[in-house]
């Protein structure tokens, strides 16, 4: 991007202009850095509607260039960043600016800044440090025809996910200023290799085989994680929905390509990634504490960041002690759990962000957790009663598999007691997920061109479809519409469920024992059952 | 609106003056108006010289002639309302309410009086009760509502607006005795009950529309609940249980008390268990509790045995582990050596076949 060079009267007036770009949400916007240098009141000044971080980068900009051995002479010096009516903010702009500055004060070619993206952050003595976002910036970028990137050597791994791109990761700004010279690229940078990146996670992570007993709640785990329905789990403290809750991204299946490059952009934009692995392979689990903020869990700020619903997108969002979360942070959740994304509104603007995620939730019975157990819970019913009124009909109404875990039995454990005996063998994970990935394919098979891939987003107008029922279903259906008192909701939720279990089976059609046991799975409802 | 009606409500109302008093005064003047009207000297002869002043500076307060006084506005606001007052003197007075040690002087209705003749049976116990109770309860409503016997009971959250609940629902009648004013519903939680008692029953109190429900009420107002029935059914009491105090009221009033027994050792049914061992009678079964009580046994339309016979083998096995007491799932597993998809998917059949039925907790009990 490299303009005429004018001269005049034996000093040199230049122009240059070089690409970066700025990630606001999820939205990737490029912007060009323009630097000119003319005669005047010497001095940097930098104008484009810039935050006061942006503005700052001036100061960084020259202290940095000096460092690196440019002599910044007494001249005026303007930069500019376009387009401007686009607040800029953050520090990615620096290692532009120093650029665009060098390339108008003719240290550099300027041909050599021609379509290449160029983002990082500057210290004082010209390093480069590494920014967040670099992933979909260099995503979008490459979508625009732009194939050369230069980036802070702590980013390159992440921008080498974009295959096609040539990514140059550079440590100072000394070694950019002489690659631009002389196309030189110093050994550091290549030097990390990229044969990591397809690291399972699973290994590191505790088996379901740890679990004694509680075979209702594998089941329940493998339906959940088969067709990635949402899991609500109840019982007194102890009973291992905690460890049940952690072992579920154990048992999901892998996450494709795609679904990790996504991920990746949501961890780069919020700064997470790991700079020597930073394509994510394995499922993420989250779980906030239940002081959470609303912001934090779904997303906030002037600029939101992403919140935790967004940074649980294709993995766990585990809210354990669910009654003791703020009745107003997770009603946030609705909207969310029904439409797998989240819109954020502010003054700058509406964000949309993903939250594909599974939720399991975990709660005890009441305040003691021992209830119905009478002779160790003291719990007066109107204290159960509120206790259980913390979570709102229409958020539980969005759970699709409940159950009741029982304190767990002494036989069930006792082996782990005894030196030298054998514990009774306990399904592990990688059988559980040998199964949850049998009925997974199935899945991918059916909704091939579609935009959902499980049986837990299958949209309410596309259930007839896939989840038809015959005769005998829809008659039971009928009866269970009236004898447990379901919404049209939980009609579809377990629709849905039953369409797993199916697929867990590998028939073809819902048949009743598919049904019957998507139903048992339903929510206890206590308005209904008056127990 | 009589007249008469009005002089009790004044009489009713008055503070200060105890049941035992105002009693006194009906037995010697005959009615509230003669009350009112009496001398100073008369009423000092039979409730003493300073309750006389009391009464006769409260003359003031009904002015029975001017039609904006303000106690005739209230009574005749409060009849519209559907809240009539019934005092000894009333012919409608519950005979057997008027028998009992204590009878209230007057209470206030919404809705309907028993039958005079014929049983009334009152169902009592814990507010907190098991699955078990809950179906028990049930079902000896459910036969009291179809021999046409009203059931007298509290209101209060659990066995009592259960029993109530089930009464209504199978077309029979009950009648509720509140410790708080009968315009307030309390347990605010049974207020569908509360509504439908005011079409199908009755709610009846004796403290005066307003008053907010207090622990020395309840109480009191558990005489009233034995003084309106013959027989006292007692389902699910702890040891230190309110319907413990209605059961002791109920034997001191000479009426039948029945005890539904728990299991040895079930706190929820200890005072059950203890009442049958002081003598109450035991209901081994609603059945036979029907029998005792000479009542007519209904109409078995639904046959456990007709069940039994259309249930598939394994349905009837796990029907056959289930208990009126409630089971969990790791129970029922254990019991049944069923795998736990197969297992959930039999008890969703028995729950729609109406065999089973799930608790809140998620745990499982038989149904006849």
């Given at each position: 991007m490299a303009e005429d060079v004018l001269s005049r009267g034996g000093s040199f007036f230049m122009f240059a202009s070089v690409l970066s770009a700025a990630v606001v949400g999820f939205n990737v916007y490029f912007v060009t850095v323009e630097a000119d240098v003319s005669d005047g009141l010497p001095g940097l000044h930098m104008v484009g509607y810039l935050a006061s971080d942006v503005r700052e980068a001036g100061e960084r900009v020259r202290t940095a260039l000096r460092n690196s051995g440019v002599r910044l002479p007494a001249k005026r010096m303007i930069v500019n960043l376009a387009p401007a009516d686009l607040r800029k903010q953050g520090s990615m702009f620096d290692l532009a600016i120093a650029l665009a500055l060098s390339a108008a004060l003719g240290e550099i070619p300027l041909s050599s800044l021609s379509d290449i993206l160029i983002l990082g952050e500057m210290s004082l003595n010209g390093e480069i440090c590494s920014v967040p976002g670099v992933l979909p910036m260099v995503q979008q970028a490459f979508a625009q025809g732009i194939r050369t990137c230069i980036l802070p050597a702590q980013n390159a791994l992440e921008g080498k996910l974009v295959s096609g791109m040539r990514i140059i990761g550079m440590p100072t700004l000394g070694d950019v200023l002489e690659y631009l010279r002389t196309g030189y690229i110093p050994d550091v940078v290549s030097a990390?290799?990229?044969?990591?990146?397809?690291?399972?996670?699973?290994?590191?992570e505790p088996d379901f085989s740890d679990i004694h007993g509680q075979s209702s709640v594998k089941r329940a785990a493998l339906i959940a994680a088969a067709g990635c329905h949402n899991l609500l789990l109840t019982g007194?403290?102890?009973?291992?929905k905690t460890m049940t809750a952690r072992r579920l991204p154990s048992i999901m299946p892998p996450m494709s390509f795609e679904e990790s490059i996504q991920l990746s952009c949501i961890y780069s934009v919020s700064g997470l990634l790991e700079e020597h692995a930073p394509l994510i392979t394995a499922r993420p689990f989250r779980a906030p504490h239940h002081t959470v903020s609303g912001a934090a869990l779904i997303g906030g700020g002037p600029i939101p960041k992403p919140g935790e619903v967004t940074l649980a997108s294709y993995g766990v969002l585990f809210l354990d002690e669910l009654t003791e979360y703020r009745r107003s942070v997770l009603e946030l959740l609705r909207q969310p759990l029904e439409e797998h994304t989240v819109c954020i509104s502010r003054t700058r603007g509406t964000f949309l962000y993903p939250a594909d995620f599974l939720l399991v939730a975990a709660m005890n019975p009441c305040p003691c957790g021992y209830y119905p157990d009478r002779s160790r819970c003291t719990c007066s019913s109107g204290e159960i009663s509120r206790y259980r009124d913390r979570i709102s009909k229409p958020l539980l109404d969005r759970m699709d598999l409940c159950l009741e875990v029982e304190q767990i039995h002494f036989e069930d454990v006792a082996g782990t007691f005894d030196r030298g005996r054998s514990v009774p063998e306990e399904i592990s994970s990688s059988e559980l997920r040998a199964l949850a990935y049998r009925a997974w394919q199935i899945q991918q098979e059916r909704y091939m061109r579609l935009p959902y891939s499980h049986n837990g987003r299958i949209p309410s107008a596309d259930l007839p479809q896939w989840c038809g029922l015959d005769a005998g279903c829809r008659h039971m259906m009928a009866s269970a519409f009236g004898r447990m008192g379901l919404s049209a909701r939980s009609c579809h939720r377990i629709l849905r469920v039953a369409r797993t279990i199916a697929d867990l089976e590998g028939t073809e059609h819902i048949h009743e024992e598919h049904l019957a046991e998507a139903l048992a799975f339903r929510i206890a409802d206590p308005w209904h059952a008056g127990f | 609106m009589t007249m008469r009606g009005l002089y009790a409500y004044w009489l009713g109302q008055m503070?200060?003056?105890?049941n035992e008093m105002k009693r006194k005064l009906i037995s010697a003047f005959g009615t509230s108006e003669e009350v009112f009207n009496a001398g100073r000297n008369h009423l000092a002869a039979i409730i003493g010289e300073e309750k006389a002043d009391l009464l006769v500076s409260c003359k003031?307060?009904?002015?029975?002639?001017?039609?904006?006084d303000r106690m005739v506005l209230e009574f005749r606001k409060l009849s519209a309302l559907g809240m009539n007052y019934y005092s000894l003197e009333h012919p409608k007075y519950p005979e057997r309410l008027r028998e009992i040690h204590q009878a209230p002087f007057g209470f206030w209705l919404i809705g309907e009086l028993p039958e005079a003749k014929g049983l009334a049976a009152a169902m009592i116990g814990s507010r907190e009760p098991t699955p078990y109770g809950k179906r028990i309860a049930e079902e000896i409503a459910g036969m009291l509502a179809q021999a046409k016997v009203p059931v007298i009971s509290?209101?209060?959250?659990?066995i009592d607006s259960i029993s109530q609940k089930a009464v209504l629902e199978a077309g029979g009648y009950s009648l509720a005795a509140l410790g708080c004013g009968a315009d307030i519903c309390y347990p605010r939680e049974v207020a569908g009950l509360y509504e439908k008692l005011k079409q199908q029953g009755g709610i009846l109190s004796e403290y005066p529309p307003g008053t907010k429900p207090q622990p020395c009420y309840f109480p009191a107002r558990n005489r009233i609940i034995s003084g309106l029935s013959d027989v006292v059914i007692v389902i699910?009491?702890?040891?230190?249980?309110?319907s413990l105090i209605t059961a002791g009221m109920a034997l001191d009033q000479g009426r039948d008390v029945y005890a539904v027994p728990g299991r040895c050792g079930d706190l929820r049914s200890e005072g059950c268990n203890c009442l049958i061992h002081d003598g109450a009678g035991i209901v081994v079964s609603p059945g036979e509790l029907m029998e005792e009580l000479h009542l007519p046994l209904p109409d078995k339309d639904s046959d456990p045995r007709i069940n039994k016979r259309i249930l598939a083998p394994k349905e009837d096995m796990v029907y056959s582990c289930l208990d009126l007491y409630a089971k969990s799932l790791n129970t029922l597993e254990d019991e049944t050596h069923l795998e736990i998809p197969e297992l959930m998917r039999i008890l969703t059949m028995l729950e729609l076949e109406g065999c089973a039925s799930r608790t809140a907790q998620g745990h499982f009990i038989r149904l006849e």
């Open positions: 990390p290799g990229n044969e990591n990146r397809n690291i399972s996670g699973y290994n590191a007194p403290p102890g009973s291992g | 503070p200060n003056l105890s003031s307060i009904l002015n029975p002639d001017n039609e904006c509290g209101m209060a959250r659990g699910e009491a702890g040891r230190k249980s309110g």
